[in-house]
């Protein structure tokens, strides 16, 4: 069975980074999208071939990328603001069919003013 937890939330003062991490396990990398959520708010999403995308909230401040050797996926967010502060998940979507079936527990962001 397929997990994923979250981890690197926290506090953070605005303007500051955080790196969130998502380990996944019992699970081979192939053609499948792994995304990052707010909440339920699909913040991007990484595909086999490296390319991602964005929401046009975290464009240009976040950025998603995936460690083949680690099974790992992570969230580089600079540049935070209070409304980024929520609860992250990431998720995977097999086949990168638009439906996110396996989601980790999610990992806290609190960000101050």
């Known amino acids: 069975q397929v997990q994923l937890v979250e981890s690197g939330g926290g506090s953070v003062q605005a303007g500051g980074s955080l790196r969130l991490s998502c380990a996944v396990s019992?699970?081979?990398?192939?053609?499948?999208?792994l995304g990052w959520f707010r909440e339920r708010e699909e913040l991007g999403h990484i595909e086999t071939d490296g390319s991602s995308s964005y929401a046009d909230s975290v464009e240009g401040r976040f950025t998603i990328s995936f460690d083949n050797s680690k099974n790992t996926l992570y969230l580089q967010m600079n540049n935070l603001k209070p409304e980024d502060t929520a609860m992250y998940y990431c998720?995977?979507?097999?086949?990168?069919?638009?439906?996110?079936?396996?989601w980790g527990r999610g990992t806290q962001v609190t960000v101050s003013s």
């Open positions: 998720a995977l979507d097999t086949y990168c069919i638009g439906d996110y079936s396996y």
């Open positions: 019992a699970y081979t990398y192939g053609s499948d999208c």
